[in-house]
């Protein structure tokens, strides 16, 4: 089959929310429009369904990067993408897997089975399943999809679903990268990477990201701070709950000393450096246990019972540097903070619901593979 008549049909697939490949093939004899755009005959035979995977599995993931990148390369030269101010987010897709396929057990057991279904796969002729494919959930698995993660979406249950990441350029709402991972893939993880992938892609620098408070880790904002590109990302931390810490003294009540490395507390006291949590790269303070326990303020500064602590994160110099325009997640009292806002809205809401559409999320769509 020609090449572009098999692109096309893929393009159809998605663009008209087919519900699968087999039902494509089955409504192309029947539409005037699709015969038009495949170049297709009245009475020229449609091909197997299975020519699209075929194709898919002997083009392989870069061939379809390569189209992307040269579509996106085709709309910088037309002057539809600035590349400086991107966009970022993520959209939980559901998988083409019910619920009920999600079986639980032991990390080992689970690695065993899902080996032997990717055994079983690379068998099948219309395998969708990449050689590179790494386990996620150590004791979740789905039967029927067994790279989709099981992870919940709000207050419903959980399900094999989809993280599908996407940067957007601010000019003209093109998107410029995009990465697809099993749902329990965080999207902050991916924030550097679509940064870097559309910096390649565009041959632009970022000069601001913005994004919501999912995205707003200490991580990002010291690596944002680093490469030089101002962020307006909501802080993940203010979503937590903070019941403990009402009534009580904040970090910035004690004030640290570059010098020695300590920090003084309301009541003139000493917090030294004790250890260092390699998970989230932050030091720990505290003061002698028998000193904030003889405190006359420790009323307002505690309610732990080994007294209080505050950490430090190791590169706490540029997250103090960052500048306070970047804790913008939702429309602010800036002009400039509501307009950036609003922006984003009206770049992503579209796409996001056009992603939830195809993957059957409220509005009924269907369901799909991403691979």
């Not at 087999?22 to 297709?40: C, G, Q, S, T, V």
């Not at 559309?198 to 991580?219: F, L, P, R, W």
């Not at 997640?329 to 800036?334: I, L, N, W």
Request: aromatic share 6%.
């Amino acid at each position: 089959m020609d090449p572009v008549a098999i692109l096309k049909m893929m393009f159809l697939l998605f663009f008209d929310d087919v519900p699968s490949e087999r039902e494509l093939m089955k409504i192309i004899a029947e539409r005037l429009d699709y015969l038009w755009f495949l170049d297709y005959s009245l009475d020229e035979e449609i091909p197997d369904h299975s020519v699209l995977s075929k194709a898919r599995a002997r083009w392989g993931k870069e061939v379809f990067e390569s189209l992307f990148i040269r579509t996106v390369a085709q709309c910088v030269e037309a002057g539809l993408v600035d590349g400086k101010k991107l966009h970022v987010d993520a959209s939980l897709i559901d998988a083409d897997a019910a619920k009920e396929s999600v079986i639980k057990s032991s990390p080992e057991l689970i690695a065993a089975l899902k080996q032997a279904y990717r055994a079983t796969e690379s068998k099948l002729e219309d395998t969708t399943t990449p050689e590179s494919y790494e386990a996620v959930n150590d004791r979740l698995m789905s039967r029927s999809d067994p790279d989709a993660a099981a992870v919940r979406r709000g207050g419903g249950d959980s399900r094999p679903r989809y993280h599908h990441h996407r940067a957007i350029d601010d000019q003209k709402g093109v998107i410029t990268a995009v990465e697809t991972t099993p749902g329990s893939i965080p999207e902050n993880k991916k924030l550097l990477g679509l940064i870097e992938q559309h910096e390649k892609n565009t041959g632009s620098k970022v000069e601001v990201a913005i994004a919501d408070y999912k995205y707003g880790t200490q991580e990002n904002y010291v690596a944002c701070a680093e490469r030089g590109t101002a962020s307006h990302m909501g802080d993940a931390t203010a979503k937590q709950n903070h019941v403990r810490s009402q009534g009580i003294f904040p970090e910035s009540a004690f004030a640290y000393d570059p010098v020695k490395d300590i920090y003084r507390c309301p009541a003139g006291e000493t917090l030294k450096p004790r250890r260092l949590h390699w998970a989230n790269r932050t030091i720990e303070y505290k003061a002698a246990k028998k000193v904030c326990a003889g405190c006359l303020l420790r009323a307002q500064c505690t309610r732990a019972s080994n007294g209080r602590t505050l950490r430090r994160h190791e590169k706490q110099v540029a997250l103090d540097q960052r500048e306070p325009r970047r804790t913008v997640a939702r429309p602010s009292a800036t002009a400039e903070g509501e307009g950036i806002s609003w922006k984003r809205v009206l770049l992503m809401r579209p796409i996001i619901t056009t992603s939830s559409a195809h993957a059957g999320g409220d509005s009924g769509g269907s369901k799909f593979k991403i691979t």
